[in-house]
């Protein structure tokens, strides 16, 4: 009994005498500033009507309502400049060229 008493004792220290201690853990806290995402508050402008399904066929009240409806894009005050004024609202945009 003494014998296998001595084996599994000499059998337990050379199973632990082949490994070696993991390695020591340290643990760092670092503070990381990130930009994120926000909710725009700005309000968008509702698009123009669209063209009518019918347009006239006389030239010149076609030339007429065509006028009038790039004017309701791009006249100062209307749609374009109401949606870049919004866009810049929400974004960093740098100004064209």
Request: hydrophobic share 40%.
């Amino acid at each position: 009994m003494r014998l296998f008493a001595l084996f599994a004792f000499a059998a337990t220290l050379t199973a632990c005498a082949g490994t070696t201690p993991p390695p020591a853990t340290e643990i760092r806290t670092q503070t990381v500033v990130r930009e994120t995402m926000r909710p725009c508050d700005a309000v968008h402008p509702a698009r123009p009507a669209k063209l009518p399904d019918t347009l006239p066929t006389d030239l010149y009240a076609l030339s007429v309502t065509l006028a009038l409806k790039l004017d309701e894009y791009t006249a100062p005050g209307k749609w374009a400049d109401q949606m870049d004024s919004s866009l810049n609202t929400c974004t960093k945009l740098s100004p064209p060229r």
